[in-house]
């Protein structure tokens, strides 16, 4: 489904307006970990049916903007992409909890600034990859009024993940279901937030259902005790490019063998004990929405969403289970709201991310945004869906370092996986662009091509009536805008593109004015090497060259 512009309009001043006399808003926010959109998990979850999709809107063009569990997180509660947090892995020295302390950010992020406009902040589960029993402590994860922390390495044991409560010492609960432990948790912070009586923020990150985890290896994820019989015989949805005859994708994973029935069957079970570990995320969902009913009065006030850090491939393109590609399954992900003027049973299709949360949450709450943000706040209200401003058209997408393959059978497909990539979902047009480290170059058309089976880049044709290649030129270039973009330059690269105020979107950097300036004179996305973190020496141009009057009679000006 297409969409325009001019549907997608904030009404901003309303909603001061309305925050002005009432209240400050509660949020409820509950992120699974490594949730697909594309394989149809959410249709296994009643709960999330009845609770979020029956009774809220559903955005379901909503991206991450790195797919890898600790990067996508921090960017959430940062509001920023990973390129401006730089913590771009899991672990050192790229990534984990040390690296978000040293780069400052556990003093500014998310549950800091509510706190700091009089919010209780609550949170249960994971935080983000190396937030440890050794690590916990040096320094505490600030900004939390009450806290159940899952702790590394037992973060992933099913039956024995590590509790952290506050700034008590660890525990581990062998025997007890980690999902079941974060929703007695939630309820038990959610009672302690209503008897408080001042707004809140409730944070509720269950591990389900990523796989089950120890020392680097992943096996596949371990359902209730009560769940395990569940859903005999599901496989994973054989999509066209579910392990198809013809070797997909781009640089390094279009050199994947195509997988023998040993490997589909297991695979197919890999699926199975997701889908059933998400039935304990469904039991959570319930046991909140219970107690909330119990309230209608602070009900009435909060908002809801359920989302995912990032999305999730098993055998498309004949990947092994994991994430971290530049695929849809990976980065398009459940993301769904509830609360006061929100739509209910309502779908939307206009593009949002992960960096767009927080200025979401702030704009919900009427506090001011900050500058720093690489986001622009979601029109979720039904109100704001149809006032005055236009929305950027297009999503950031980025990682370093390898691929992690899962599961029993993904040894050797770990390849040199650092690129970028954009997605840009128009008005009547929708596109993935990909430069990888390798310089390989995909293009796909997302209308005609959901699944990216036929890489049309270099190609002689055209889509949407323009050709390829005086398209290409255009996504390369906003993508280079991007790709170390702060800021505004993040939701209005066009506008930095072009100073004179006259492109605001891909149609109309189109125009043949800017045919030459596009293909002759701009600059390229490009790699020197493949590098497992953010070094920019080895990425090729970082700034675009900016139009400006003399770019038509061939002048290069550069920034
Ligand atoms: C739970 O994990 C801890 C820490 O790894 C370990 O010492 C303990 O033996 C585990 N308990 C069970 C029952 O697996
Ligand atoms: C199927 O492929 C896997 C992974 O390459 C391999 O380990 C296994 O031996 C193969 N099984 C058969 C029956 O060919
Ligand atoms: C919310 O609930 C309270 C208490 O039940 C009620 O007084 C108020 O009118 C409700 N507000 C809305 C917006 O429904
Ligand atoms: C990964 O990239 C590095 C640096 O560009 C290169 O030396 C190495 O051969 C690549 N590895 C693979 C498996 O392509
Ligand atoms: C990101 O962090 C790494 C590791 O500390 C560092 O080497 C790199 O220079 C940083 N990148 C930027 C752009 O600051």
């Known amino acids: ?21 009432t209240k400050k808003p509660n949020f409820i926010f509950i992120i699974t970990d490594d949730q697909d959109l594309h394989l149809n998990s959410l249709d296994y979850q009643p709960a999330v049916q009845k609770h979020f999709i029956e009774q809220g809107t559903s955005f ?41 302390v040293s780069e400052g950010w556990n003093d500014k992020y998310l549950p ?19 937030h440890s029993i050794t690590t916990y402590n040096s320094p505490y994860a600030k900004g939390w009024t009450q806290n159940d922390f899952f702790l590394d390495p037992n973060t992933y044991i099913y039956y024995n993940v590590t509790l952290q409560h506050n700034q008590e010492v660890p525990k581990y609960n062998p025997g007890e279901y980690s999902t079941d432990l974060a929703a007695e948790r939630s309820v038990a912070h959610l009672d302690d937030a209503i008897s408080k009586g001042d707004p809140f923020f409730i944070g509720v990150a269950p591990i389900g259902p990523h796989a089950e985890t120890i020392g680097g290896v992943f096996n596949p994820a371990v359902p209730a005790e009560r769940h395990k019989n569940l859903f005999p015989g599901l496989k994973v949805p054989r999509t066209e490019n579910f392990n198809p005859d013809v070797p997909s994708g781009g640089s390094w994973i279009r050199t994947l063998e195509q997988l023998n029935q040993t490997v589909v069957d297991y695979n197919d079970e890999f699926y199975r004990r997701r889908i059933q570990a998400l039935q304990a995320v469904d039991d959570l969902v319930d046991s909140i929405m219970d107690r909330l009913e119990d309230h209608p009065d602070v009900l009435n006030n909060t908002y809801l969403i359920y989302t995912a850090d990032n999305g999730y491939h098993i055998g498309q393109h004949r990947l092994p289970p994991g994430k971290t590609c530049p695929i849809e399954e990976d980065y398009n992900v459940p993301f769904i709201i509830r609360g006061p003027g929100i739509g209910k049973g309502k779908a939307v299709y206009f593009p949002t991310s992960h960096t767009d ?34 929305r950027s058209e297009h999503v950031n997408l980025e990682f370093w370092g390898s691929a992690i393959p899962e599961g029993a059978y993904g040894d050797d497909a770990g390849g040199n996986n650092t690129y970028k990539s954009v997605r840009v979902i128009g008005d009547r047009y929708n596109i993935a662009y990909t430069v990888w480290c390798s310089n390989a170059h995909e293009l796909y058309d997302m209308e005609a091509d959901p699944r990216q089976m036929s890489n049309i880049y270099g190609t002689s044709g055209s889509i949407y009536g323009w050709s390829i290649e005086k398209l290409t030129a255009r996504i390369d270039g906003l993508l280079l805008t991007l790709k170390a973009c702060k800021g505004v330059v993040c939701t209005r690269p066009w506008e930095t593109l072009h100073p004179q105020g006259n492109v605001a979107s891909l149609r109309d950097a189109m125009a043949p004015e800017f045919d030459n300036f596009y293909t002759e004179q701009q600059k390229k996305v490009s790699f020197t090497a493949c590098k497992d973190g953010y070094l920019t020496d080895f990425e090729g141009a970082l700034e675009p060259v900016i139009y400006t009057a003399s770019s038509d009679i061939s002048l290069r000006y550069q920034m």
């Not at 489904?1 to 006399?21: E, G």
């Not at 020295?93 to 690296?99: L, Q, V």
């Not at 249960?124 to 190396?130: A, C, I, R, V």
Request: glycine share 8%; charged share 15%; net charge neutral.
């Open 1 to 21: 489904m297409l969409f325009r512009l001019t549907d997608l309009l904030v009404a901003t001043s309303w909603f001061a307006l309305i925050n002005a006399a």
């Open 60 to 100: 379901n063009r909503h991206f991450c903007t790195i797919s890898l569990c600790c990067p996508s997180r921090v960017s959430l509660l940062t509001g920023r992409a990973a390129h401006n947090t730089n913590v771009t892995d899991v672990s050192a020295p790229y990534g984990g909890y040390p690296k978000f």
């Open 112 to 130: 800091i600034w509510l706190q700091e406009e009089g919010y209780n902040t609550y949170y249960t589960g994971k935080l983000m990859n190396g």
């Open 357 to 390: 949360i927080v200025p979401t949450l702030f704009n919900l709450a009427g506090i001011p945004l900050q500058d720093g943000f690489d986001g622009e706040p979601m029109p979720v209200t039904a109100e704001q869906q149809v006032a005055v401003v236009r």
